[in-house]
């Protein structure tokens, strides 16, 4: 049992990555095409290892990012905490899928992540420029979804994380 564990460090390394990468600055012509790596790396996890990855390691994980953007305290966790919810109910479906269908329900999610996060900004009072291109970084998630599934499929099995 404890050969499964030894390599755990590699999922808290995998979403500091995805952080830092959703938090580096890019030019403001590229910002609103940044994919939410966050969100697809704790996706990723939540269908690859259901039972060694929960809500509490994401919404930490999304409380870091709040506070690294300046958002209302919760905001990106409330989003990310219900598309993983999602996953780990339905892990099994989705991991027997084509890569077009779990794509297309990556998608989905993102989609819903941001509508949240809007949601909660309009509470707030905050508003958003381009509507069109505030939900672009959901579709480019969808089309990166195979990389980064192959990629941390990859590292998961070398590392022989079960």
């Given at each position: 049992m404890m050969t499964h564990c030894k390599n755990y460090?590699?999922?808290?390394?995998s979403l500091s990555i995805a952080l830092v990468l959703?938090?580096?600055?890019?030019p403001p012509?590229?910002?609103?095409?940044?994919p939410d790596w966050l969100?697809?790396?704790?996706?990723?996890?939540?269908?690859?290892?259901?039972?060694?990855?929960?809500?509490?390691?994401?919404?930490?994980?999304?409380?870091?990012?709040?506070?690294?953007?300046g958002t209302l305290l919760g905001q990106h966790a409330f989003g990310l905490c219900?598309?993983?919810y999602v996953v780990l109910r339905m892990h099994r479906q989705v991991?027997?899928?084509?890569?077009?269908?779990?794509?297309?329900?990556?998608a989905v999610l993102l989609l819903l992540k941001q509508l949240l996060v809007l949601w909660v900004?309009?509470?707030?009072?905050?508003s958003v420029e381009n509507l069109w291109l505030y939900f672009a970084p959901s579709l480019i998630g969808m089309l990166l979804w195979p990389f980064v599934f192959i990629i941390l499929r990859d590292i998961r099995r070398?590392?022989?994380?079960r």
């Open positions: 460090w590699v999922v808290p390394v959703t938090i580096m600055p890019l012509h590229l910002q609103p095409f940044r969100s697809l790396v704790v996706l990723y996890w939540g269908m690859a290892i259901p039972s060694r990855f929960g809500l509490g390691l994401a919404c930490l994980f999304a409380l870091l990012l709040d506070v690294s953007q219900l598309i993983l991991r027997v899928s084509s890569f077009i269908q779990q794509a297309l329900f990556i900004d309009g509470i707030v009072g905050r070398s590392l022989h994380i």
